[in-house]
């Protein structure tokens, strides 16, 4: 009955297996495909799913992207978004250590 | 940044293109969905028609691509179409009874780039399952599924609810959580094809859905985290009909294995509707200009009560082929809805059906032969 636990900032999260995240040109947009599902991303979902691509921790994903939009202070709307994304089941964590 | 992901929305274009690649299947499902006539189909498309539909359909968008039937695995060019497939940018699943896998063909599907496989069962014994399926497939399913999970595929199990399984719904999820299902699907029957054929041996009694609902929502509980558990309620016993196949001509293209486009795989029953053929029109004509299409999308087609019914856009109108089969007019509200004027008649069959069948009224299996029989007597 275990409630997936917060996403805690050493976790290293990924885009889950077998979900593909593609750019759509009908949509112009990314895409995020499942098992018999897809959404579609707007602008920043796209941004951040991209640095899930490969493994790494929630601290990373928010530095890799406080780099490159630096004028904004991003970090809470960041880790907001990546909690929704795993409770959506898009992203998974290997609990580090 | 929540707004992040948006539930699909076609944009006027389809979405899911589901690809009913052959009616053959070498089981004889009591529930099965496809045209009772649906031994008239004999002219398949060919392997470069199924790639042509495919390509059309992703340079208008779709995104996720079925391939069903029947049993998709009858067909030999299928590593073939499921390599087209990926190269195209599909999310493709394929919808199964797992019946004609082997392991080198569910190794030369993985290869080709086959992104998720459903398998079905009938039950989770190998008594009911071979009864309901019409054939000796339970140990064989059981190797599938394991398959299945050997290639590194999300395992996702779809089992079709009815009352003569309805009752064992909790051993049917311990039986997922065994083989390590990611998904399981308990579908409750929709009684289309030959499920409204042998409705009287299938529908449930309210007691059955109620506890069986339950257990699901439990069991979605316990497996958070682990597997997901899909339930998806019989409409029957339903208020509210389902918002069936998003609307109309919304989403949803379905090709059938003679090429005929349909919005829905029910839809060949319909009457009056000239459901256009891949073989003769592009599938963007299909989809935008043909009559068929166009026929029931949107709400200009509405009667009363769906007409000024502020829940239209939730669930515009239900579905048409359940409004035609139970009323006789596909333009009326799906009777499943409790504000139709002939909500009596599903009201009637639960009280009617769920009384144990006469001996004279047998279990009609989808079969050639009994196909053949509506064939002959002009049913659909
Ligand atoms: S429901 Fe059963 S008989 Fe019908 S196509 Fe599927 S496996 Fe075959
Ligand atoms: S009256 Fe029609 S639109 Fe309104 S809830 Fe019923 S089926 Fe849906």
């Known amino acids: 009955m275990a409630e997936p636990e917060a996403l805690k900032a050493d976790d290293i999260i990924s885009i889950t297996r077998h979900f593909r995240m593609q750019w759509e040109e009908a949509q112009q947009a990314h895409v995020l495909l499942y098992p018999e599902g897809m959404v579609t991303l707007n602008g920043p979902a796209a941004e951040i799913l991209t640095r899930c691509r490969e493994a790494k921790s929630v601290t990373q994903v928010v530095e890799e992207l406080q780099q490159a939009f630096p004028q904004d202070d991003i970090a809470a709307d960041v880790r907001e978004f990546l909690e929704d994304a795993y409770a959506n089941g898009w992203i998974c964590i290997e609990r580090a250590g | 940044?929540?707004?992040?992901?948006?539930?699909?929305?076609?944009?006027?274009?389809?979405?899911?293109?589901?690809?009913?690649?052959?009616?053959?299947?070498?089981?004889?499902?009591?529930?099965?969905?496809?045209?009772?006539?649906?031994?008239?189909?004999?002219?398949?498309?060919?392997?470069?028609?199924?790639?042509?539909?495919?390509?059309?359909?992703?340079?208008?968008?779709?995104?996720?691509?079925?391939?069903?039937?029947?049993?998709?695995?009858?067909?030999?060019?299928?590593?073939?179409?499921?390599?087209?497939?990926?190269?195209?940018?599909?999310?493709?699943?394929?919808?199964?009874?797992?019946?004609?896998?082997?392991?080198?063909?569910?190794?030369?599907?993985?290869?080709?780039?086959?992104?998720?496989?459903?398998?079905?069962?009938?039950?989770?014994?190998?008594?009911?399952?071979?009864?309901?399926?019409?054939?000796?497939?339970?140990?064989?399913?059981?190797?599938?599924?394991?398959?299945?999970?050997?290639?590194?595929?999300?395992?996702?199990?779809?089992?079709?609810?009815?009352?003569?399984?309805?009752?064992?719904?909790?051993?049917?999820?311990?039986m997922a959580e065994e083989l390590e299902a990611d998904y399981i699907e308990l579908a409750n029957t929709q009684y289309y094809g030959w499920a409204k054929v042998n409705r009287s041996q299938l529908l449930p009694t309210r007691e059955q859905v109620e506890?069986?609902?339950?257990?699901?929502?439990?069991?979605?509980?316990?497996?958070?985290?682990?597997?997901?558990?899909?339930?998806?309620?019989p409409d029957y016993f339903e208020d509210r009909p389902k918002p069936c196949m998003a609307g109309w001509g919304s989403v949803f293209l379905n090709v059938a294995p003679d090429g005929s486009a349909l919005p829905c795989h029910a839809a060949h029953q319909l009457p009056g509707l000239n459901f256009p053929n891949i073989r003769d029109a592009s599938l963007h004509w299909i989809w935008h200009e043909s009559p068929a299409f166009n026929a029931f999308r949107g709400e200009d087609w509405m009667k009363e009560p769906c007409r000024t019914c502020p829940e239209r856009a939730k669930d515009f109108g239900g579905c048409r082929c359940q409004a035609y089969m139970l009323t006789g007019d596909a333009a009326n509200a799906d009777p499943v809805c409790s504000l139709s004027p002939q909500h009596d008649i599903v009201l009637k069959a639960i009280d009617e059906d769920q009384v144990v069948p006469a001996a004279d009224q047998l279990p009609m299996f989808r079969s050639n032969k009994n196909s053949r029989q509506f064939v002959e007597a002009g049913v659909r």
């Not at chain 2, 006027?12 to 499902?29: D, F, I, K, M, V």
């Not at chain 2, 079925?66 to 493709?92: I, M, N, Q, T």
């Not at chain 2, 506890?211 to 309620?233: L, N, P, T």
Request: charged share 25%; glycine share 8%; net charge neutral.
């Open chain 2, 1 to 174: 940044m929540q707004t992040a992901g948006s539930a699909s929305n076609g944009q006027g274009n389809p979405l899911w293109l589901l690809a009913e690649l052959t009616y053959r299947c070498p089981l004889q499902c009591l529930y099965c969905s496809n045209p009772i006539d649906y031994a008239k189909y004999q002219n398949e498309l060919t392997t470069e028609e199924w790639m042509r539909v495919l390509q059309e359909g992703r340079a208008m968008g779709a995104t996720q691509l079925g391939f069903s039937g029947g049993e998709p695995l009858v067909r030999k060019d299928l590593v073939e179409l499921a390599r087209e497939a990926r190269r195209l940018g599909y999310y493709s699943n394929l919808i199964t009874s797992g019946i004609g896998m082997d392991e080198p063909r569910i190794a030369a599907l993985k290869k080709a780039g086959l992104d998720h496989i459903q398998l079905s069962f009938q039950a989770n014994t190998p008594e009911v399952n071979d009864y309901i399926g019409g054939a000796k497939t339970f140990e064989r399913k059981l190797a599938m599924a394991r398959l299945i999970k050997h290639y590194d595929y999300p395992m996702v199990m779809n089992v079709v609810l009815h009352r003569q399984n309805i009752d064992q719904t909790e051993q049917i999820l311990q």
């Open chain 2, 211 to 233: 506890r069986a609902e339950a257990i699901a929502h439990d069991y979605q509980e316990r497996f958070k985290g682990r597997m997901k558990v899909y339930y998806v309620v």
